[in-house]
């Protein structure tokens, strides 16, 4: 019974795994404040086309002030697809142009930078440096609100959003943020005064993160909005690192897996579902993009790196829901056209036959349960492609927030169309056991004899 003893283990360090995966999950928001010193705290602007200036003094705004601002602001629109819209049941507030106002107070100067680019910078997957571009001015006053939404990326590397919230007394308006089954408040009407003094009040976000502000009541919520862009870092040593080996429950559950001889005896692949979005195209270079992934996504990244894995972003070809199809691993997004191959209807043939245009690897998901008969005649009908096995942990398989999706057309009975889908995940190459810890083993006994050097 020693094999059933081992392959409990062996499930129970996986499950670990699934556990310290969820655990390490990093917060994908910021939030924080400064005070408002008096000598920073006017803000001038102007009105498109006209040149008098007006001003707020956020150390003690008059309702006049306020209300001259609200008056020379525009409707605010947002970004649909390549679009701007303006539709005031989704978002109602005023905006200005960075041409237009100048505010003493800036999230450069304050601070705010550079405690945002310790946050998104604590530990990324390669070195990064990040670059902060002050987008616009809204202005929020009673009846004001901005519905749930995602922002628009501004380009490949915008990947996070800043807002700053000046001190006015108002009621309403919070900034509500929504990732992964989770929500958080950034209660800014609160936090502006939160000591009696006023004070700026700030949250920054990853670009994917779901987010609305809740009406405001009374009175008027007056914010800068920054835009984020990552770029590889010039000089390694510009990243902020706070010596917290904050990777250990990971690294060690992950190394404790692979070494165990009945994980993927014959080798395989370990599969990780992304937390956060990424602008996927079909030209997207995923070598690129790996040194760009955010929070907890950088995280695995690292680990596995520093366990030495062969670790890459690649894309899950998949044609439907079902869980135990086999899938093709690619190293790029494809373009799919229908002529490719022999290709009928059936669910898998289309992984078959892009596995063999793309140099591809055909996978089958291992997940422990039993198989359906249909799904058992499916494995056995494509054993003789030798697909290897493939272990998930995170978001599920067929989460398709990083997918493309592509028609071609079927050839089944009748011709008719069909999609695929290509999913970026985190893709982790294990070597058969008899590869991967004799080595190790020898590296130990052959130190052995040597007695210590
Ligand atoms: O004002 C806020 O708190 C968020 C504003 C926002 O979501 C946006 O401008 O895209
Ligand atoms: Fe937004």
Known sequence: MASQESSTDVEALYVALQEKFQETKR??????????????????FSKEGLTGAGVVDFSQP????????????????????????????????????????????????SGITDRVGEFLLEAPSTPQSLRFELYKLNIYGPGSFFKAHVDTP???????????????????????????????????????????????????FYSDIEHEVTPVNSGYRVTLTYNIYSEPAVSPSSNISFGLDRDAPLRETLSALLQHPDFLPDGG?????????????????????????????ADIYRVCRSLSLDTALQVLYC???????????????????????NIDTDNSSITVSLSRMSKGRLVVHQDGAESTEEEEWRQEEYSRYNPQLMVW?????????????????????????AYVY???CLVVHVAPFAERVPKAQAETSEMEPSGGS
């Open 319 to 341: 044609r439907s829901k079902q869980q135990k199809q086999v899938y093709t691993l690619i190293d790029r997004f494809v373009e799919y056209r229908a002529g490719y191959g």
């Open 393 to 417: 942990v995170g978001r599920s398989l067929l989460d398709r927030r990083n997918a493309l999706k592509t028609a071609y057309v079927a050839h089944g009975n009748e011709a008719s169309l």
């Open 27 to 44: 917060k994908p928001l910021y939030i924080g404040t400064v005070p408002l010193e008096p000598n920073v705290s006017k803000l001038f």
């Open 154 to 204: 501004r380009s490949d590397k915008m990947i996070a959003s800043l807002v700053i919230v000046f001190p006015t007394v108002h009621v309403g308006g919070s900034l509500l943020l929504r990732h992964e089954g989770q929500e958080w408040t950034f209660d800014s009407p609160k936090l502006v005064y939160e000591d009696g003094k006023p004070r700026v009040a700030f949250a920054a």
């Open 269 to 297: 692949y370990i599969g990780f579902g992304l937390s956060h979005k990424y602008p996927v195209n079909p030209n997207l270079q995923l070598s690129k993009l790996s040194g760009n992934l955010k929070g907890t996504d």
């Open 62 to 109: 008059t309702e006049g002030q306020l209300e001259a601002l609200a008056a020379a602001c525009q409707p605010a629109t947002f970004g649909l697809g390549q679009q701007d819209i303006l539709d005031e049941s989704y978002r109602k507030a005023g905006k200005m142009d960075a041409a237009n106002f100048a505010a003493q107070f800036t999230a450069f100067t």
């Open 422 to 424: 290509g999913q970026l």
